[in-house]
């Protein structure tokens, strides 16, 4: 089975500090997302990468950034955290467009609080 | 991008069908999908289907999809307690595989 692990379940950060949200996948899949989830809003695309060392913004890449050095690790970056970013974090990976249907696999979420 | 939305709320008493429906506007999306987030958890893939078919049944779960009017739904035949979720409907963006976009999610509540 694919798993996707999202390093932290639950974090509280204070206003200005940096924060870093970890994805690890195990299946060797070449794209990888960062996703944020409100609720009434679904879930809407920070950034996503296709390779090693690249990276595509998505729909609301504002305030964060993203690093991938490594083919089975994302991370997603806010450099100086905000309380309008507290949010249900998800991290999601696929296989290369054409291998299969699109699907995406998804870690368990981490849950930011900024006060 | 592309908008997909979705009712927000849907309840059901056990044993009943639900039926979750979804709009999206990329008459181009080659695959349509359903993803149940259960709480605390991230999202699975429930079920897909592929833009030349309008129908797809797997075991309670039947999969319709209207592409003239850009429509798809979720049936769930004799609704569990286990069914209570968040629903998602995606669609495949332009670039293919590489970004689905999401509605806003159906919580389904069944009522036991």
């Known amino acids: 089975d694919v798993k996707v692990t999202q390093s932290s379940r639950y974090l509280v950060k204070r206003t200005g500090e940096k924060v870093f949200l970890e994805c690890v996948q195990d299946?060797?899949?070449?794209?990888m997302f960062w996703y944020r989830q409100d609720p009434g809003l679904g879930l809407r695309l920070i950034y996503f990468?296709?390779?090693?060392?690249?990276?595509e913004k998505g729909d609301i890449p504002e305030g964060y950034s993203v690093s991938r050095e490594k083919k089975e690790r994302f991370s997603l970056i806010l450099e100086s955290a905000s309380t309008n970013q507290t949010s249900m974090y998800l991290c999601?990976?696929?296989?290369?467009?054409?291998?299969?249907?699109?699907?995406?696999?998804f870690g368990e979420g981490s849950r930011l609080t900024v006060l | 991008g592309e908008d997909v939305e979705q009712s927000l709320f849907l309840s059901v008493r056990e044993g009943d069908s639900s039926v979750i429906n979804c709009t999206y506007t990329?008459?181009?999306?080659?695959?349509l999908y359903w993803y149940k987030q259960e709480p605390g958890a991230g999202l699975q893939l429930l079920t897909y289907?592929?833009?030349?078919?309008d129908m797809k049944q797997d075991q309670r779960l039947t999969v319709l999809l209207n592409k003239k009017d850009k429509h798809l739904s979720l049936r769930i035949a004799d609704t569990q307690t286990g069914d209570s979720a968040i629903y998602f409907c995606?669609?495949?963006?332009?670039?293919?595989?590489?970004?689905?976009?999401f509605g806003t999610g159906t919580r389904l509540t069944v009522i036991p």
């Open positions: 999601a990976s696929s296989p290369s467009s054409g291998e299969d249907t699109g699907e995406l696999f």
């Open positions: 299946m060797d899949h070449e794209n």
């Open positions: 990468s296709y390779d090693v060392k690249m990276k």
């Open positions: 990329d008459s181009s999306s080659t695959y």
């Open positions: 289907i592929f833009s030349n078919m």
């Open positions: 995606a669609a495949e963006g332009w670039t293919g595989a590489n970004n689905l976009f």
